[in-house]
T-cell receptor, first 116, second 114 residues
Framework: DTGVSQDPRHKITKRGQNVTFRCDPISEHNRLYWYRQTLGQGPEFLTYFQNEAQLEKSRLLSDRFSAERPKGSFSTLEIQRTEQGDSAMYLC??????????????FGPGTRLTVL | QKEVEQNSGPLSVPEGAIASLNCTYSDRVSQSFFWYRQYSGKSPELIMSIYSNGDKEDGRFTAQLNKASQYVSLLIRDSQPSDSATYLCAVKEGYGGSQGNLIFGKGTKLSVKP
């Protein structure tokens, strides 16, 4: 399977702990996105990378959140000092901005975070 | 604040009927529009993309776009119980390739009754 993969699929942590999630995009895709989704809501944009450059960050992305894509391949999203409000599904998507695809984004399975 | 609006539903249709899902968006310069299907507990799955005014058909799905009215719709013909899911409308922010993020609606929950 050559789709977007995310690890771990589920994470339970205690308030105040740090967590890190990983995303591996579709291999030929140079754009990678992070979104967050809570129950009953659509995904909300957090940040995106083109190759290794982080091009945009949402105001939702507080200073406790940091994302990296050091070699332009996989990406990590770290949340420091987690809060109960961080409980959500964290989704990664990738796209190839060329041809007729016009930035179609394909999502991974997500990482469900529960902060106790 | 750029917004994408959808009726939350639930929208209930009998098996074999046409399901019609609607979406409006606020950003006039948006050029790219997408429909995703999301089963409970799963991640969104892209089912349709549309960039030009008019209709685009793919199997049982037809997406319709009217940029003047800032309106996007999805028709599902011959609805099946397996189509029961939440359908998310998404709009790519901005114009061209410089901005990449999608703005999503809250989704419409569709239930297809056997």
């Amino acid at each position: 399977d050559t789709g977007v993969s995310q690890d771990p699929r589920h994470k339970i942590t205690k308030r105040g702990q740090n967590v890190t999630f990983r995303c591996d995009p579709i291999s030929e895709h140079n754009r990678l996105y992070w979104y967050r989704q809570t129950l009953g809501q659509g995904p909300e944009f957090l940040t995106y990378f083109q190759n290794e450059a982080q091009l945009e960050k949402s105001r939702l992305l507080s200073d406790r959140f940091s994302a990296e894509r050091p070699k332009g391949s996989f990406s990590t999203l770290e949340i420091q000092r987690t809060e109960q409000g961080d409980s959500a599904m964290y989704l990664c998507a990738s796209s190839f901005p060329g041809g007729s695809s016009y930035n179609e984004q394909f999502f991974g399975p997500g990482t469900r975070l529960t902060v106790l | 604040q750029k917004e994408v609006e959808q009726n939350s539903g639930p929208l209930s249709v009998p098996e074999g009927a046409i399901a019609s899902l609607n979406c409006t968006y606020s950003d006039r310069v948006s050029q790219s529009f997408f429909w995703y299907r999301q089963y409970s507990g799963k991640s969104p799955e892209l089912i349709m993309s549309i960039y030009s005014n008019g209709d685009k058909e793919d199997g049982r799905f037809t997406a319709q776009l009217n940029k003047a009215s800032q309106y996007v719709s999805l028709l599902i013909r011959d609805s099946q119980p397996s189509d029961s899911a939440t359908y998310l409308c998404a709009v790519k922010e901005g114009y061209g390739g410089s901005q990449g993020n999608l703005i999503f609606g809250k989704g419409t929950k569709l239930s297809v009754k056997p």
